[in-house]
């Protein structure tokens, strides 16, 4: 796109717009670092902010997209206030807890790694970054036995509830009746952390590109925005879950 | 008006700027610096980009306007007639959704937004050419899905996708229609997030937020909108899909679900959304009286800030949607109270447009008789908003056809005269053809004429009790129906003709110069058509957008020397 | 069948925009109608009014002239901020004490049970009788209907009485009026809940308190099984879907049904006799007929045996 030679002015010259005279053109992208001033910024600087603020609205729609369903929860829960805290209880402290310490981690070591391309630490943040894979598959397998115990009992949203199906028998006797509340509970607690797992399965994969183009020397103290932008996604899908947690597990 | 009272199109008479013929290697622009498919379709010019989009969101408005008619021709008759009920409720269910989804909302910020934010800063892109690519090839597979619902057997729930007639069996394709919807969604995010960075990072030097043509600061206003409601709309659409199709039951009473928070959930998009619809209307509006009537935007200031104050207040009022839903009398109350308060930054703007029309230099070319069309078609609009915002009244008008009349007014009056105002103000610079200003004119007369006959009666109608989305009605409303009939037809002739020349002026339209209007802005200080840089060198904003006073004198100059 | 059900029903006008006022609460509504209206007009005139004069008088006279230089006026600003907001502000007064009104029943107001499915309206009274696609009521009490759904979202319309509301499945929602006088009108289903949504109208008659009293109390339908099924083929919303005059709605028409073959999408073929036509009404999946969307709801514990008879005596008649 960038195009060194500069057309013609135009012969009327435009009384309101001093034109003053262009820039000297950005050399080609160079494809070998990674780095380059799109022709359309002005300096560095300023497509490194740009960046920044693109991302940072981003989140903001992401806030958004989890703040709907923070407010149906407050919803249900305010009118099924039992059944929630029935339901809470059938939810595993220990798993949530884990998952927790687990996510905090990843977020550290994700912070990490960033600080580590800014330092020119090529090896260290490949480890960083790693470490934040396995941190995040961690996540995973422990909400996927979280999920399947929930699933071999029954406690699920909806119709699905206690499996009419699959002629599954409830785990708690209390729940004999597909109580609504309950299975409100299971419908919050199944789309709110399904969401978040599946921002975290796109987090991996965020990262994972990451890792590709940090093992092909792509970041430097110079340039390293791509990475803090994933980072900043990663903090994000960590503070989610931040807030996810007391108010499944803990308040119910 | 005759033509001598504008300006001259100094290429018509002699050829002063041959480098600006086509084909010759000076005269490159956004247009030929490229050729073939696979350059526009791999572009990263916003310019380019802007017109693909235009042409996709005219197309989806020819769609959605052919249902249209065909709503109305089956209107003419009061009991089953040419359609059957099924197919009606599907027509308009796609009526309404294609107009808004496909086209109103993309509309003006996708097309004419695309391709002249970036040049009214100054800059030669918007600030992630790759995600605005993104967001069109998003569009598109969006649009292809509703396409696609409308070739397997349709949906039919209305635009609203009310739960729990959505999740039930008689509805269609709701989960196909939703994901497109959600998909949708992402590319309006993606074009709003775009402008944010474009217009806070990639200003032209001297180029202050209070030097950005009013066009600007509606489009910032918008991008806010669409940044903050639309995941709100993504959410809504998982959720009803999930519901739909595993019974998750939020929205279920048989789960325990509540059909009305799906309402909730829904307007908190909606209504916010009439205002992405809306207020790049009223950018262009602004651009359009000032470089018509010569003047400077009376109040700037004013008419910046109230697109501002109209994006925020558009956040606290969804719930006037629900008077009669079972929400509380308080809710019911507080948003009613809320509602009212948008009446007034918009009556600022509609004041102050008319206080810069005071002491201008009118000129009636097409683009200002489309702003005067807007001024009296949205102000009609408008005010029926306050018949609807009224607690007690809108319980008597909920779902009749008055609140019909009065989107209509808003959005087609509104939004649809503002967009083709700006198409036809911004088409010389984007074409770098003239289209022909006597049968521009005549198409402005027969919509706006057609306008008001077909929806002036429905505003009678509605309030003398005839419910919307009714196939068969009360045999006494039909001769109001017929005069609505009519009146589309007359819209549909007005745009036929419009589509009709200005695809003519394409190919035979007299070349146009740099800056045809007078206009001060600084997409019209650089060539016609622009360059794929937008300027060949940085341009400096020394002056307002609006200082036409040296802009029209140097023209007269130059004229003078020409011939 | 809203076309040949709608020669029935009529809307009387009151006035140009408005219905004639039917019940205590129109003349309030009204006023806030004829405020907004008056509003309207006077902002109406007062921006289009400037506009064609400033258009006419300060129109371009010559190709390069410019408008005057724009001042600044703060006042002005204030001004048409200010004076706008007091006037919305009385509206929403006027709308809300309208609205307040409408929503709080009288205590002791006579209560309805308001049902509905798609695509009829059922009407439960304190004495045990019912009625469908027929609400009746006292005139000169408060009457409150107490409704609920039983599938989807509809609207509860009565425009002469300015009173609407929507009706909810899962939970109960309300309104009340009172009827000055004796009247009939129409009831409308303003939400949109499908196929039926433009059909799903009821009649309204208001009687006076003794004839209600006399009418609410007498539970039996009377007539010959011919006439009863009529009534219930209408009452019960068959009309709905299935015409008599062989027109196609939603399901087949009855026009010379009885005793065809009916082709059902399982690929039986059987005969439109008295079992098919019980079944069908019982359990209408079971016989799924060919070329018709399977929306037919089932009338089990709606309709008794004795009724069924009556349906189909009638349907023996419809040639
Ligand atoms: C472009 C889109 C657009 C715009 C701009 C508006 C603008 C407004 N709308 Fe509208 N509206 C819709 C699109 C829009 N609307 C749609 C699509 C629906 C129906 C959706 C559906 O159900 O399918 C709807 C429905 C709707 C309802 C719900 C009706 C119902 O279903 O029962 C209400 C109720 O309050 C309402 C009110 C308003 C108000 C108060 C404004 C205000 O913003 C208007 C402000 C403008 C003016 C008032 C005019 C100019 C001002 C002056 C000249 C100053 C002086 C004025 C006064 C002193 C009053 N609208
Ligand atoms: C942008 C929004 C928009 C626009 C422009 C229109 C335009 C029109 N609408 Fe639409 N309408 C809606 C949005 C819109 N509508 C919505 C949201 C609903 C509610 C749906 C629901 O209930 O769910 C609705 C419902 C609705 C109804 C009510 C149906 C019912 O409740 O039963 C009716 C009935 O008359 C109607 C009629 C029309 C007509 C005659 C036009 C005409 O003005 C159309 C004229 C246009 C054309 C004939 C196309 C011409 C185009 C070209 C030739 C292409 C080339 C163009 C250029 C070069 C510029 N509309
Ligand atoms: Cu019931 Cu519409
Ligand atoms: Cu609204």
């Known amino acids: 796109m960038s195009d060194a030679i500069t057309p013609p002015a135009p012969s009327e010259k435009s009384p309101s717009a001093h034109l003053e005279h262009a820039p000297p053109a950005h050399p080609e992208r160079s494809r070998g670092t990674g780095f380059h001033v799109a022709h359309h910024f002005s300096s560095a600087e300023v497509q490194f902010d740009a960046n920044k603020m693109g991302v940072w609205l981003f989140l903001v729609t992401e806030v958004l997209l989890f703040g709907g369903m923070f407010c149906a929860f407050a919803v249900f829960r305010s009118w099924y206030f039992p059944a929630f805290v029935a339901g809470h209880d059938l939810l595993s402290k220990a798993a949530g807890s884990t998952n927790t310490a687990v996510l905090i981690t990843s977020s550290l070591t994700m912070a990490l790694a960033v600080r580590s391309a800014q330092m020119n630490r090529k090896g260290l943040t490949l480890g960083f970054l790693v470490a934040t894979l396995l941190f995040a598959a961690t996540f995973l397998v422990i909400k996927y036995f979280e999920y399947h115990e929930h699933w071999a009992s029954g406690e699920l949203p909806g119709a699905l509830f206690g499996h009419p199906y699959m002629n599954l028998k409830l785990s708690n006797p209390a729940l004999a009746h597909p109580l609504r509340g309950e299975s409100l509970f299971f419908m919050t607690y199944f789309v709110m952390t399904g969401i978040h797992a599946v921002h975290v399965l796109v987090g991996m994969g965020l990262i994972t590109w990451m890792l590709v183009r940090t093992s092909k020397g792509q970041f430097s103290s110079r340039y390293y925005s791509p990475l803090e932008n994933v980072g900043l996604y990663w903090h994000l899908v960590d503070i989610i879950w931040i807030f996810l947690f007391p108010l499944l597990y803990l308040i119910g | 008006m005759s033509d001598s009272t504008t300006p001259a199109h100094p290429e018509r008479s002699a050829p002063a700027h041959p480098e600006r013929s086509r084909g010759t290697a000076a005269g490159t622009n956004y247009l030929n610096a490229q050729r073939g498919i696979k350059s526009w379709l791999t572009t990263l010019d916003h310019k380019r980009i802007g017109i693909m989009y235009l042409v996709s969101v005219l197309t989806a408005f020819l769609l959605g306007g052919i249902f249209a008619l065909i709503i109305r021709i089956k209107l003419l008759f009061p009991g089953h007639y040419l359609i059957t009920r099924a197919q009606y409720n599907e027509l308009f269910t796609l009526h309404g959704a294609i107009m808004i989804f496909l086209f109103i909302i993309p509309s003006i910020p996708a097309s004419l937004g695309n391709f002249f934010v970036p040049m009214m800063i100054g800059a030669k892109d918007v600030a992630f050419p790759r995600l605005n690519l993104m967001s069109l090839y998003i569009y598109w597979v969006g649009a292809a899905m509703a396409l696609l619902v409308i070739l397997i057997g349709g949906v039919s729930t209305g635009w609203t996708f009310y739960a729990p007639f959505s999740e039930g069996p008689d509805a269609g394709h709701v989960i196909l229609m939703t994901v497109a919807v959600f998909i949708l969604g992402f590319s309006s995010i993606l074009t709003g997030l775009n402008f944010i960075v474009t217009i806070h990072k990639l200003r032209a030097p001297g180029m202050t937020w209070f030097k950005m043509p009013l066009f600007l600061w509606s489009i910032y206003a918008t991008s806010l909108v669409q940044i903050l409601a639309t995941p709100v709309l993504g959410i809504t659409m998982v959720l009803l899909a999930l519901d739909r199709g595993f019974h998750i039951g939020i929205f279920d009473p048989r789960y325990g679900g509540d059909p009305v928070l799906f309402q909730h959930f829904f307007w908190f998009y909606s209504h916010p959304a009439v205002y992405i619809m809306i207020l790049p209307g009223m950018g262009i509006i602004s651009e359009l009286i000032a470089v018509h009537a010569r003047r400077r935007i009376f109040g700037y200031t004013f008419v910046a800030f109230s697109s501002i104050a109209i994006a925020l207040l558009g956040f606290l009022v969804w719930g006037h949607h629900m008077f009669v839903s079972g929400q509380s009398v308080m809710a019911g109350a507080v948003f009613s109270f809320l509602t009212f308060f948008i009446a007034i930054p918009s009556g600022v703007k509609v004041f102050n447009w008319l206080a810069t029309l005071y002491q201008g230099s009118i000129s009636l070319r097409a683009p200002m008789l489309y702003a005067l069309s807007f001024l009296f078609l949205f102000t009609i609009g408008g005010l029926t908003g306050i018949f609807l915002g009224m607690l007690s009244v809108d319980v008597h008008l909920h779902d009749t056809y008055f609140v019909v009349a009065h989107f209509h007014y808003v959005m087609m009056g509104g939004t649809v005269m503002a967009f083709v105002g700006g198409l036809h103000h911004w088409w010389p610079k984007m074409t770098g053809r003239m289209y022909s200003e006597a049968w521009a004119r005549l198409s402005a007369i027969l919509i706006f004429i057609g306008f008001n006959a077909t929806f002036f009666p429905q505003f009678i109608l509605g309030s003398r009790g005839m419910p919307r989305r009714y196939y068969a009605y009360l045999p006494e409303f039909q001769g109001l129906h017929v005069f609505s009939t009519f009146g589309s037809w007359v819209i549909g002739a007005g745009f036929f003709i419009m589509l009709g020349y200005l695809v003519y002026s394409l190919k035979a339209g007299a070349v146009a110069s740099t800056n045809p209007w007078g206009a001060a802005s600084l997409e019209w200080q650089t060539a016609t058509p622009p360059p794929t840089e937008n300027f060949p060198v940085q341009p400096v904003a020394e002056h307002g957008p609006y200082d036409f006073e040296e802009v029209v004198a140097a023209q007269a100059a130059l004229e003078g020397s020409a011939s | ?319």
């Not at chain 3, 939970?171 to 004796?182: A, I, R």
């Not at chain 3, 949504?197 to 009418?215: R, T």
């Not at chain 3, 099924?229 to 009855?254: A, D, E, Q, W």
Request: net charge positive; aromatic share 10%.
């Open chain 3, 1 to 319: 069948m809203a076309a040949d059900a709608a020669t029935n029903f009529v809307i009387h006008l009151g006035s140009f925009w408005l219905p004639r006022q039917g019940s205590t609460l129109a003349p309030q509504v009204d006023r806030g109608f004829d405020l907004a209206l008056y509003v309207g007009v006077a902002f109406f005139i007062l921006v289009v009014v400037p506009l064609v004069l400033f258009v006419w008088k300060y129109r371009r006279r010559r190709a390069h002239d410019v408008g005057k230089p724009t001042g600044h006026n703060t006042a002005i600003e204030i001004a048409w901020t200010v004076i706008p907001l007091a006037i919305v502000m009385a509206c929403f007064l006027v709308g809300f004490r309208g609205f307040l009104r409408a929503s709080v029943a009288p205590a002791g107001a006579y209560e309805i049970q308001v049902t509905a499915h798609k695509w009829a309206w059922h009407f439960q009274y304190p004495t045990g009788k019912s009625t469908d696609n027929e609400l009746r009521i006292p005139v000169g009490r408060p009457v409150k209907m107490v409704m609920s759904s039983q599938d989807v979202i509809h609207g509860f319309f009565i425009p002469e009485f300015r009173v609407k509301e929507d009706v909810v499945p899962g939970s109960y929602t309300s309104v009340w009026f009172t009827v000055p006088k004796p009247t009939q009108t129409l009831l409308e289903c303003t939400q949109y809940c499908g196929l039926g949504h433009s059909g799903m109208l009821a009649k309204v008659i208001a009687m006076p308190d003794a004839d209600f009293d006399k009418w609410v109390h007498q539970v039996k339908l009377q007539g010959s099984p011919v006439a009863i099924g009529r009534g219930l083929y209408t009452s019960k919303g068959c009309s709905g879907c299935h015409s008599i005059n062989g027109t196609r709605i939603v399901g087949p028409s009855f026009k010379g049904l009885w005793g065809t073959t009916s082709h059902l999408s399982d690929g039986r073929n059987l005969v439109v006799d008295e079992n098919f036509v019980r079944k069908h009404i019982l359990d209408p999946r079971s016989l799924p007929v060919t070329g018709y969307p399977q929306v037919m709801p089932s009338f089990k514990g709606q309709l008794t045996d004795e009724q069924i008879n009556d349906i189909i005596a009638f349907l023996k008649t419809v040639k």
